[in-house]
């Protein structure tokens, strides 16, 4: 069993237009031998008091090729600074961003096989991808979870992740 590590953000605002996917955090594999991960499981909720009823539609899509370039502009969180899961675990090969203000371009057209679904904003949700369709993302390539708004909205929302490198 490979290091467990998650990254979250929180109180970022979700696009204000309708079907209009934005990167909320994203993990990456650098260019390196060995450097592999899975995507365990997603967490999502809104960052209000009183959250009126909306729904929100999530993606997770890849980036197959991270030096082709079309990787945003974001804030970059070292592997150092990934929730660990244990409190002695040493700091893994892959990294983190958070807070994308442009958005990849980068990546493959559709979203990864048991990776798309929704949530209403009036509940916090915590998502496990089933062990046997997991997606493994390997060297020099990025998982990105992506939330859009299914109405004309603009809120704040928490959106995190847990993976565990191979």
């Not at 909320?24 to 009126?52: C, N, Q, Y």
């Not at 371009?105 to 915590?126: D, H, K, Q, V």
Request: glycine share 8%; net charge negative.
């Amino acid at each position: 069993m490979g290091k467990i590590v998650g990254l979250s953000t929180e109180d970022f605002a979700c696009s204000a237009t309708i079907n209009t996917y934005i990167t909320f955090l994203a993990f990456i594999a650098a260019d390196t031998a060995g450097h592999r991960f899975k995507l365990l499981g997603l967490s999502f909720g809104v960052s209000e008091d009183a959250p009126v009823d909306e729904t929100f539609s999530v993606l997770v899509k890849r980036i197959a090729d991270l030096s082709a370039g079309g990787a945003g502009t974001k804030t970059a969180v070292a592997a150092a600074n990934l929730s660990k899961q244990r409190s002695n675990q040493t700091a893994g090969n892959i990294t983190g961003a958070i807070d994308y203000t442009v958005e990849p371009t980068a990546y493959e057209t559709y979203a990864l096989p048991g990776c798309m679904f929704e949530f209403n904003s009036r509940g916090t949700i915590w998502v496990p991808i089933p062990e046997n369709i997991q997606p493994e993302f390997e060297r020099d390539q990025v998982c990105g979870i992506l939330v859009a708004p299914r109405v004309a909205t603009s809120r704040n929302l928490s959106v995190g992740a847990v993976i565990e490198e191979l």
